[in-house]
Every structure is written in C-alpha cells, then in structure tokens.
C-alpha cells in the first residue's frame, strides 16, 4: 500500500469499518449499505443549499463538496459516503467545454470525433485538482470511522458523453466510432483514461479509502466490444491507483452480460444492477467476488411492506456471494422520498 501513513485507511479509521471488510470479503455482523446518488436532490437540504449555484461550481467548491456529500450520511446513518463531484468533473479540468444541464446531464460546447478533435485534447495539470482534493480532505476529517468512496467514470462512459456531445439513450456514435476509426477511438480512450485515473488517485490519496468505477452505459456493448475497444482502457484508468491498495468495485447499468469482463479488468468488488437477481449475478461471477446492489430503485415509490420485502430478498440473496454491501441497482431517483431511504438503512442494520 502506498498511501500516507495518516490516511484513513492505514491509521486505522476505516480499515475496520463493515463497507471496507465487505469489500475486501469479509462478512461484518451487520450488513452496510450505502446509496448511488444518497447525495442530491431527494434532500430538501440539499436542494436549499444548491440555489443559485451551477452544478460544477458546486463540485468545485471543497465547502460546498465536502458539505454536500455529508449529508445523507447526517440523515440515513448510511455506512459510506461517496464524495459529490460528477464523471465530468475532470473533463472540465483539463479543459473540455462541457456543462451539466439540470434534468438533462452533461452536455458539450462541441462533440469530440474526429481525429483533429482528440488531439486537440490536452492533459490534466495535476494542479487543477486541487479543489477536489481540498473537498475530499475536509470531508474524511469529519467522517471519522465511516469510509469515503472515491469515484470517477469509466473511459466508455464519458467517451458516450464526449463523442455525442451530450446524454444520448443507446451511445450509437461511440460506439460507431470504436470500429470506424479504431485509431481516433484508442487515442480518445486513453485520454479518457489517464484523465479519469487522475481524478480517482488525487481522491484516494487525500482521504478516501475506497474507489468506485462507474461504467453506466457500458451495458449498450457488446461482451465481443466491451473485451476488445473498452476493457484494456478501464484497466488503464485503474493502474493509476492499483499500487494504493484500497478496494475498487466497478459498476454499470445492464451489463448482466459484461460481469466476469468488468470484474476481469482488476475489480475487487462488482456492483450489480436491478435487471439480473442478485443471486444470479454472483452465479456468473463464479461466487466468489463480493458484490454490491441490486435494489430496484422502481420500488423506493411502492408501498413499505413491497419494498421491505424486496430489501429482504436481495439480502438473502446477497448471502451467496463472499460478502454484500446493499445498495440500489441504479441511482437514487430525484423524487424519491428521503424518509423510505432511511427507513431502509435502520431495516439493512437489522435484519439478520
Ligand atoms: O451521491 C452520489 O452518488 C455522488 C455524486 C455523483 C453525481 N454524479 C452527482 C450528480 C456521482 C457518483 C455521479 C456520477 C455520474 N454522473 C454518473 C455515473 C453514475 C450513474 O448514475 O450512472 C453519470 C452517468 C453522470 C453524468 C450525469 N451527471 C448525469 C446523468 C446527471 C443527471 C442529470 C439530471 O439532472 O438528471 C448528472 C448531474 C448530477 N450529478 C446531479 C448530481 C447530484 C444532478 C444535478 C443537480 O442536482 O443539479
């Protein structure tokens, strides 16, 4: 492990913690569970502290950030926070002209496509990072023994963004592009990935003690495509931060087909989406990966004895894997009522 000796992880703050003993396969007496997306707009706090400023200058504000990621951890008494920042966060930093739009998502002055386009790209300067790394430093102060999870987006996941120039449903020019112009898409993908890798290592190194790899539109690919034009560059966007030693799940949405290829690329925990059960995702991994999910965030809006019955099922569920952290199987949906998600986390904590 090269991390800092007064990083949480190695102090002993969160070393022992249930999220990081379950990541690592251990089964804690109670199983943790945290939220995609418990940072946002379910929270009437979050929402009031939001007026009037722009999402990525929130993200870029370590006050803002730091405060922003605490809460649903103050509410929900959920066993991780995850730092609030955005995919796209270190695009900007290196420069790309890329805004979120509110109800819509990340949006570009101008899609990147051409072989021109990508050269055009320059590399992250170390420095810019420095409001993500003063964000996550304030935050672990205050976190103590609960883990924060560090995150960034997979390089497939932000090429959708940056080949379409904004949110699109199936990514069809990313992934025309991986076999029109196979030398243009490998230049745009490494990019991406030491861009993203970066973004993910300055967040470990200042206080988180587990990483999270988003590839949520990877499920649009082929297993043929994800293995040839996607995973060696996931791969590449980890090895920024492998030699750090802390856990990394890797998680996308309906790549049911994908699991054995996304944990391939040097996962240790893999999260599992709401459209495979639970016990069959940890079938195709071979048993022997812990795994996180799959709560299908449909039925956070459904009547309480629905859902907890759900919440048990994936819970047993869970039990043939190594070891479980509950989570949805996608992200907190902005009208979910708050109150649901604590109540999920006291019914988590408590079941046995
Ligand atoms: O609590 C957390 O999970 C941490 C924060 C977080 C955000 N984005 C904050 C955010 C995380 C982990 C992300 C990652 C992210 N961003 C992903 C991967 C995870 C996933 O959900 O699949 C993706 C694909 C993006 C791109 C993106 N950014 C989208 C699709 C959107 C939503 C657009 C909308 O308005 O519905 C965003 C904006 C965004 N990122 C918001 C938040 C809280 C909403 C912006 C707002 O509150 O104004």
């Known amino acids: 492990m090269n991390l800092p000796a ?3 992880l190695v102090d002993g703050r969160t070393a022992a913690s249930a999220v990081i003993r379950a990541y690592r396969g251990d089964r ?62 270190p695009l900007k930093l290196a420069g790309v002209d890329v805004d979120i739009v509110p109800g819509r998502g990340p949006v570009l002055g101008a899609p990147i496509r051409t072989a021109a ?8 300067d170390p420095a810019s990072l420095s409001p993500v790394t003063a ?43 991986m076999h029109a112009d196979p030398g243009t898409w490998a230049a745009l993908m490494t990019w991406a990935a030491d861009v993203t890798g970066a973004f993910l290592r300055a967040q470990i190194l200042a206080g988180a003690s587990a990483a999270q790899l988003f590839d949520s539109w990877a499920g649009s690919l082929s297993l043929a495509d994800y293995t040839a034009h996607v995973a060696p560059y996931s791969r590449r966007a980890i090895a920024h931060v492998h030699d750090l030693g802390m856990p990394i799940v890797h998680f996308g949405v309906g790549t049911g087909e994908l699991l054995g290829a996304m944990r391939d690329i040097g996962a240790d925990v893999v999260g599992i989406d709401d459209r495979i059960p639970l016990d069959e995702g940890i079938r195709r991994l071979g048993g022997t990966v812990p795994v996180q999910g799959n709560i299908n965030p449909a039925l956070l809006a459904a009547p309480w004895p629905v859902l907890e019955a759900h919440v048990l099922d994936v819970i047993e569920r869970g039990r043939a894997a190594p070891a479980h952290v509950v989570n949805l199987g996608h992200g907190v949906p902005p009208e979910t009522d708050p109150d649901v998600l604590t109540r999920i986390v006291q019914l988590v904590h408590s079941a046995h």
């Open 6 to 8: 007064d990083h949480p």
């Open 28 to 89: 804690p007496e109670t199983t943790p569970v945290w939220f995609m997306r418990q940072a946002g707009r379910s929270l009437p706090e979050y929402r009031e502290l939001r007026v009037g400023t722009a999402m990525l200058d929130a993200c870029l504000d370590p006050e803002l950030s730091s405060e922003i990621t605490l809460q649903p951890w103050r509410r929900h008494g959920v066993d991780a926070a995850i730092f609030f920042s955005d995919i796209v966060v």
């Open 117 to 124: 386009d990508v050269a055009a790209l320059a590399p992250l």
């Open 135 to 177: 964000g996550v430093a304030r935050t672990v102060e205050q976190l103590g023994s609960t883990p924060l999870i560090g995150f960034a987006g997979a390089p497939f996941t932000l090429a959708a963004y940056l080949v379409e120039g904004g949110p699109s449903k199936d990514h069809l020019r990313a992934r025309t592009l």
